[in-house]
């Protein structure tokens, strides 16, 4: 009773001098528990931080627990579940977190290799990077390869027209094959333009390209069916990361710069800027049929984040549409209740957000764990179906948390 009542006057005089029991150095491993708010174990849970030799991932149990390093003791870490909200935690005692399933879920199918370049009923096409074209049969089961093909290597971006998959092959050119037959991909035109070839936007026989340069860095090209054809101008004196055509107008998207600006190209040889946001506020952009999303700078990326949107339903004259807010830093808009991004707390974590421009948009699954690269990479959708760091997902409603 004694040594009882000794240790609970210690106990009692540390406080009295303002020590916080929580903050006590660890000097040995000690053991971290996650759980759900109903007191739930979660297993699985990762839990990693550090730097070097002192970075730490380890995963929960079916207990909910893991073992760090004392070298762990208030670290900043992050704890991420695939479907679970991740947190961002400083690991004091008592040592005990938990994490809120999301609204929805994503159920893993299988592996594809690449991005996506043709949803179809049943069918998913993707490319890799090597220069092969995969061709998938999908539901909501699985995914099986049923054919393949080799197109050109080093494909910066592609996109599918009508049946048509045109690609910018980096140093390469302007490749279109017909998808008529999805199984049997045949090249109908190659444009031998000159130099790196990142992007690419099309109207009629005209295609622009941007280049990896800050000078001179969109080309404007007329082409024949032959493949022939012939530069008409050349302007630019910024990276450009995204370039597509609204009307006559072409909308460029850099990265800190100004965003967008919109180009007159009635006559190809003499691109004319009509438009240009110089807002310091903004990172980059997105364009969503005839709305442009405004990127905030990195340091403005929160679970409230402000996007600002244009309206180029005149693309000559665009016009402030009003703001929405969204907890991921977004990197597509997919339709009017669906966007895609990375969630605020966990760079790496890939989320799809449901909402709308009156209600924002807020994580309604979210993808953390194994990633194939850095990120979990966006590869291509066609909602319920999501390519992610090339696995095939389907989001569905969560039937248990």
């Known amino acids: 009773m004694a040594r009882k009542r000794w240790l609970t006057l210690a106990v009692l005089f540390l406080f009295s001098l303002g020590c916080d029991v929580r903050s006590m150095v660890e000097t040995s491993p000690f053991t971290v528990t996650v759980r759900t708010s109903e007191g739930r174990p979660i297993e699985g849970a990762v839990i990693e931080g550090g730097i070097d030799w002192n970075g730490f991932s380890v995963e929960t149990d079916a207990a909910g627990h893991a073992t760090l390093p004392a070298s762990a ?23 005990r977190y938990e994490l809120a399933p999301t609204t929805r879920r994503l159920r893993l199918l299988g592996s594809v290799e690449g991005q996506a370049v043709l949803f179809a009923p049943g069918r998913l096409a993707t490319l890799d990077y090597q220069g092969t074209y995969h061709l998938y049969a999908i539901d909501g089961t699985g995914v099986a390869e049923t054919a393949a093909a080799e197109l050109p290597a080093g494909v910066k971006q592609a996109r599918l027209i009508g049946d048509t998959l045109w690609l910018a092959a980096y140093d390469d050119g302007v490749f279109a094959y017909s998808l008529a037959d999805a199984e049997h991909p045949l090249e109908v035109l190659h444009l031998a333009i000159p130099g790196v070839t990142r992007v690419f936007a099309l109207r009629s026989n005209m295609v622009v390209v941007g280049n990896d340069k800050e000078v001179s860095s969109l080309g404007v090209y007329v082409f024949e069916a032959d493949g022939t054809f012939v530069e008409a101008a050349r302007f630019g004196d ?76 005149a693309p000559a004259l665009p016009i402030e549409a ?80």
Not at 375 to 400: H, K, M, Q
Request: proline share 7%; charged share 15%; aromatic share 14%.
């Open 238 to 313: 910024f990276f450009v990361a995204a370039i597509d055509f609204i009307d006559g107008y072409l909308v460029a998207t850099g990265y800190s710069r100004a965003h967008p600006r919109v180009y007159a190209l009635d006559d190809p040889a003499h691109p004319l800027l009509v438009y240009e946001n110089a807002g310091p506020e903004h990172w980059s952009g997105i364009l969503h049929g005839r709305q442009y999303i405004q990127i905030p700078q990195w340091d403005q990326i929160s679970g409230n984040t402000v996007y600002t949107r244009l309206d180029l339903t």
């Open 73 to 95: 003791w208030g670290v900043d870490a992050w704890i991420h579940l695939d479907n679970h909200i991740p947190r961002r935690v400083v690991l004091y005692r008592p040592y």
């Open 322 to 401: 009003g703001t929405f807010r969204a907890d991921s830093r977004l990197v597509a808009m997919i339709d009017e209740t669906t966007a895609v991004g990375y969630y605020h707390v966990l760079g790496n974590a890939l989320a799809v957000l449901k909402g709308g421009p009156s209600t924002g948009y807020w994580t309604a699954a979210v993808i953390s764990e194994d990633p194939h690269y850095d990120l979990n990479l966006f590869g291509g959708c066609a909602p319920p179906y999501f390519v992610i760091s090339e696995r095939l997902w389907v989001l569905e409603d969560r039937i248990t948390p």
